[in-house]
T-cell receptor, first 111, second 112 residues
Framework: ETGVTQSPTHLIKTRGQQVTLRCSSQ?????VSWYQQALGQGPQFIFQYYREEENGRGNFPPRFSGLQFPNYSSELNVNALELDDSALYLC??????????FGSGTRLTVV | SQQGEEDPQALSIQEGENATMNCSYK?????LQWYRQNSGRGLVHLIL?????REKHSGRLRVTLDTSKKSSSLLITASRAADTASYFCATDSQGGSEKLVFGKGTKLTVNP
């Protein structure tokens, strides 16, 4: 049984650019959630995908968007990057919203 | 927004001592979970306690939940240097809720 894999592990982007982060969910899981964790803070919910449909969204602007694929892997896209988008982005998968398994995260730095 | 607060924000103890961290939350919950995070890495699930439970044990971990006070505590007994990490509580308000709501965490340092 594989865990949750996120790529890349680290990324540096320039303000105004776009970024795509990827997440492979744990085998048997059909739900993927994305969280943003700023330095020194707890993770904040961005959105969740269940069976390829968005299933709940946190207080993030529309330039944060996502996708879930038929194999339940997922992407998080952020357009028009801002300095405040610098954070650790965590992906968590679950089966029907129960029993979350987190990946190791992608550290995004916007300069 | 954060659901609640962990207390203390930082805790430094000696190896062998017990560490107690507290978590308060704001809304009614279905269950509460504690997670551990090493140095900006991913979150590791430690323990889940349901809203109808008052206490739960797992190895050196003991979690209590007081829904009337909307608070929980995590006790780590006989701490080890390897327990050094940040600890977060997270709540979900309904069964199969679409999100976990995290506190700001307690940074625990266990000195050898």
């Amino acid at each position: 049984e594989t865990g949750v894999t996120q790529s890349p592990t680290h990324l540096i982007k320039t303000r105004g650019q776009q970024v795509t982060l990827r997440c492979s969910s744990q085998s048997g899981h059909n739900t993927v959630s994305w969280y943003q964790q700023a330095l020194g803070q707890g993770p904040q919910f961005i959105f969740q995908y269940y069976r390829e449909e968005e299933n709940g969204r946190g207080n993030f602007p529309p330039r944060f968007s996502g996708l879930q694929f038929p194999n339940y892997s997922s992407e998080l896209n952020v357009n028009a990057l801002e300095l405040d988008d610098s954070a650790l982005y965590l992906c968590a998968s679950s089966l029907d919203g129960f029993g979350y398994t987190f990946g190791s995260g992608t550290r995004l730095t916007v300069v | 927004s954060q659901q609640g607060e962990e207390d203390p924000q930082a805790l430094s103890i000696q190896e062998g001592e017990n560490a107690t961290m507290n978590c308060s939350y704001k809304t009614s919950i279905n269950n509460l979970q504690w997670y551990r995070q090493n140095s900006g890495r991913g979150l590791v699930h430690l323990i889940l306690i349901r809203s109808n439970e008052r206490e739960k044990h797992s190895g050196r971990l003991r979690v209590t939940l007081d829904t009337s006070k909307k608070s929980s505590s995590l006790l780590i007994t006989a701490s080890r240097a390897a327990d050094t990490a940040s600890y977060f509580c997270a709540t979900d308000s309904q069964g199969g809720s679409e999100k976990l709501v995290f506190g700001k965490g307690t940074k625990l340092t266990v000195n050898p």
